[in-house]
């Protein structure tokens, strides 16, 4: 089984749990930039943070075979801070670098005006790089917070097979399925969506446009959950081919829109990237 991971925070993570992701089949991830746990005080503890997810954190995944890419933004929960605002100005130079396969994530906390703006600049700049744009779903009033987000993804103007919205459930996946924008499913230990739960979305509303991640963090969280994805997958009946499908293909779908995908081997030895590096509009 080859698993993309296509939404995890690797920064928050040990050399072990790469160790172990590598071991379980894991050989592509997008980390997106986050929230820390705790307020950042000026744009310059950003600009410390982006430079890690395009330097240091490339280089760790590395040492074990694992590929990886990252998006970039100011995530919703400090687009409240004025003190973070200044970052959107300095999302133009992150967002040309090599590695940097959307914006994001972007989104909402609270469904505050300010957030409201925050969203609204960054797809703007989604459409300008020509980028793909990693949505957050806010984790309170999720439902009417999804049905917002569409509608400002529309308003956008950036093609909506652009945006994946992610955090999905049971609750709100059907508003997304109609919509022409991804889905993202974070698979997590007592919260959001477990494996079974995946499975029988997967079963209601086919592989198309699914993207399952672990979105593993400094919570509680299992960077193997979308391995135990993939395993009630068959379990449920699901083929080897649907399960390539929903963690291999469709990220590499869906991230490809970038024309920054590299899936090149790590160690210049042939193995299952090999020929797979994608450009822009390829599949």
């Known amino acids: 089984m080859r698993i993309f991971d296509p939404h995890i925070h690797m ?32 744009a310059g503890a950003f600009t410390d943070y982006f430079d890690s997810l395009i330097g240091w954190e490339p280089f760790r995944a590395a040492q074990f075979g694992i590929r990886h890419h990252c998006t970039i933004g100011l995530n919703p929960k400090e687009a409240n801070d004025p003190r973070c605002r200044e970052v959107l100005g300095l999302l133009p130079r992150y967002l040309a670098k090599d590695g940097v396969v959307a914006v994001g994530e972007l989104g909402y906390d609270s469904m505050t005006p300010e957030e409201d703006e925050v969203f609204a600049a960054q797809l703007a700049l989604a459409v300008e790089h020509e980028l793909p744009a990693l949505v957050h779903t806010p984790h309170r009033d999720k439902h009417r917070g999804t049905l917002r987000t569409l509608d400002v993804v529309k308003e956008s103007g950036i093609d909506a097979g652009m945006v994946v919205v992610d955090h999905l459930n049971e609750v709100t996946v059907g508003s997304v399925a109609g919509s022409g924008c991804w889905m993202g499913f974070s698979i997590y230990p007592g919260t959001k969506m477990s494996p079974d739960r995946m499975a029988a979305v997967l079963r209601e509303y086919g592989p198309e446009r699914i993207l399952v991640n672990s979105a593993a963090d400094w919570g509680r969280s299992d960077p193997l959950l979308t391995l135990a994805t993939g395993q009630a997958m068959l379990a449920a009946g699901f083929t080897d081919d649907d399960v390539d499908r929903v963690l291999w293909r469709n990220p590499v779908e869906f991230y490809a829109q970038s024309g920054r995908l590299d899936l090149s081997a790590t160690d210049g030895q042939p193995d299952a990237f090999a020929g797979n590096s994608i450009a822009r509009g390829g599949n």
């Not at 050399?15 to 991830?29: N, S």
């Open 11 to 42: 920064t928050s993570r040990t050399t072990d749990d790469y160790e172990r992701m590598a071991a379980a089949g894991v050989r592509a991830l997008v980390e997106p930039a986050f929230w820390l746990g705790q307020p950042r005080t000026n």
